[in-house]
C-alpha cells in the first residue's frame, strides 16, 4: 500500500490552486510566480549555507534545490521547471517518477535564464521568493515581488493543514519518536551529548543537516541555556533535556522530552513529574474557539502551583503570576505554529488580509496569539528552568522571601525540564502527533 500522504496529494494541490486563485483575485493579480530560492554564499568564501526551500515553494511541492520556478494562473495546471544544470561537482538526481509530478506541467531546463524563458512573460504576475531582483529583469514591477496584501492571504492560510499535510507530519513526529527513544537509550546508557546527538540521528535515520533546527541536546545544567546547541564530550548526566525534530516531505516535528537519572533532588523529580501532568492538562484544554493566550496564561499559573508544591516558592496560582514569580522559571512562550518551518508563519497575525495580534507587554516571547481553529497545528512546550541570570535580581528583590534560595541553589545543577508535543486542532479538540511515538 502506498503512503497515506501519496494519496492525500492531488486534493492538496488543488486546494493550493483555490486558495491562490482566491488571493490573486483579491489582491488584483492574474498570476503568480514562485522560486524555490538561491544559495546564500558566505562572505568572502566559497562556500555555500545550507540551502533552505521558500516555504511558499514547499507548500506546493517538495522538490528541493535552488532556482525552480513554479507559475500559476487561474483555470490553468500549474507550471513547474525545474533547474537541473549539467554538472560532475554536485550530484543532479534524475527526476524520476515522485508521486508529485503527475500534478504538474514540468519541465526541465539547465540554468535559471532558461527557466524565465519556460515561464514567459507573464501580464500582471507577483513574484514570491528571495531574488526580487530576477524577478525584475522579466519585467515584474518591483511593487509585485512579495507583495504584502497577497503574502498575508497566503500565510494565513498556511495555517490549516491539509489531509496531505497532516499526513507528512505525523510521519516526522513518527521518525522524532524514533530519534528520541534511540538518544534516551544513550543517556541512560551514561553516553555524552555528542553521542546521544549521534545516536538520534542514526534513530531518524538522516543527516544533520536534515534534521528541521539544530538539536538541542542538553545534560544537567546545560538545560538552562534555552537553546544550548554545545554537544560536549562529558558522559554520565543525571538530567538530559532534548529538543530535537526530524522532517518529512519538508514538514516538521519539534518535539522535546526530559529524562532524569539516578541522583536527583527530590523537588527535581517532583517538578519533572509535574510538569508532564502540566503539558497534558495543557494540551486538554485545546480546542477551536479558544485563544491561544488562555493557554499560556494557564501554563503559568499550573507551573506556579509545581514551584509551591515542591517548594521553590511559597505563592501558587493566579498569585504567584501577578507577583512575576513564575517569568524566571517560565520566560518563553508555551508554543508556536508548525509545519513546513519550526516556527511556522502566522501565530500571531490577525486576519487574512494582514495585521498583527502583538502578545502582551508582559509575554514578549509568545509566538502565537491567534485563535485557536481547526487544522493548525502547533506545539505546547511549557518548561521549568533555573537560570541564574533570570533569578539574580529576585534575590535581593523586594520579593525575595517568597523564594527558597537554599533549595534552588542545588536546583540550579539540573538545569530544567521542557516537556514538548506537537497538537493538531480538531473539531471537538485536538490530537497528539508525539505522544503516540514517545
Ligand atoms: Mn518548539
Redesign the pocket.
Known amino acids: 500500500m502506498a503512503d497515506p500522504h501519496v494519496k492525500l496529494y492531488p486534493a492538496h494541490v488543488q486546494e493550493r490552486q483555490t486558495k491562490a486563485e482566491a488571493a490573486l483575485a483579491a489582491t488584483g493579480f492574474d498570476a503568480l510566480v514562485i522560486q524555490s530560492g538561491v544559495p546564500f554564499t558566505y562572505y568572502s568564501d566559497d562556500q555555500d549555507a545550507p540551502f533552505k526551500t521558500t516555504p511558499h515553494f514547499a507548500h506546493w511541492v517538495p522538490l528541493e534545490g535552488p532556482q525552480h520556478l513554479l507559475c500559476i494562473r487561474a483555470g490553468k495546471k500549474p507550471l513547474l521547471v525545474r533547474v537541473k544544470p549539467e554538472d560532475y561537482w554536485y550530484e543532479q538526481t534524475p527526476i524520476g517518477a515522485p508521486f508529485w509530478l503527475p500534478e504538474f506541467d514540468f519541465k526541465e531546463v539547465p540554468d535559471e535564464a532558461a527557466a524565465w524563458k519556460e515561464v514567459g512573460v507573464q501580464t500582471n504576475a507577483a513574484y514570491l521568493g528571495d531574488t526580487p531582483a530576477a524577478a525584475q529583469k522579466q519585467g515584474i514591477a518591483a511593487a509585485c515581488c512579495n507583495p504584502s496584501a497577497l503574502v498575508a492571504r497566503l500565510d494565513w492560510d498556511r495555517a490549516r493543514k491539509s489531509a496531505y499535510e497532516i499526513a507528512c507530519m505525523d510521519e516526522a513526529s513518527k521518525l522524532g519518536g524514533r530519534g528520541h527513544l534511540a538518544a534516551r537509550g544513550a543517556f541512560l546508557e551514561g553516553k555524552s551529548e555528542l553521542e546521544i546527538h549521534q545516536q538520534y540521528l542514526l534513530g531518524v535515520g538522516c543527516l544533520e543537516k536534515e534534521l528541521p533546527y539544530e538539536s538541542i541536546v542538553a545534560l544537567d545544567a546545560h538545560g538552562a541555556t534555552l537553546h544550548y546547541t554545545g554537544k560536549r564530550t562529558q558522559r554520565n548526566g543525571r538530567v538530559l533535556l532534548i529538543?530535537c525534530g526530524a522532517k518529512f516531505q519538508g514538514y516538521a516535528s519539534?518535539i522535546?522530552r526530559t529524562w532524569a537519572g539516578r541522583g536527583i533532588e527530590r523537588a527535581f523529580a517532583e517538578i519533572h513529574k509535574g510538569l508532564d501532568l502540566v503539558q497534558l492538562e495543557l494540551c486538554k484544554m485545546v480546542k477551536p474557539g479558544l485563544p491561544y493566550l488562555a493557554i499560556h496564561e494557564a501554563a503559568h499559573e499550573k507551573i506556579a502551583d509545581l514551584l509551591k508544591h515542591a517548594g521553590v516558592i511559597k505563592l501558587g496560582g493566579k498569585e504567584a503570576v501577578e507577583a512575576g514569580l513564575t517569568h524566571p522559571f517560565f520566560p518563553h512562550g508555551v508554543?508556536?505554529f508548525l509545519g513546513l518551518q519550526?516556527h511556522d508563519i502566522g501565530g500571531r497575525q490577525k486576519a487574512p488580509e494582514g495585521g498583527t495580534i502583538p502578545p502582551p507587554p508582559q509575554y514578549p516571547y509568545l509566538r502565537t496569539t491567534r485563535t485557536i481553529e481547526e487544522g493548525q497545528v502547533f506545539?505546547i512546550?511549557p518548561g521549568v528552568y533555573f537560570i541564574e541570570m533570570l533569578l539574580r535580581p529576585h534575590r535581593e528583590g523586594p520579593k525575595k522571601e517568597l523564594f527558597d534560595w537554599e533549595l534552588i541553589k542545588f536546583l540550579f545543577a539540573h538545569g530544567g525540564v521542557r516537556i514538548?508535543d506537537n497538537l493538531l486542532v480538531t473539531k471537538e479538540g485536538h490530537r497528539n502527533l508525539t505522544r503516540p511515538h514517545i
Open positions: 529538543d519539534d522535546t508554543g508556536h519550526v506545539t512546550e514538548e
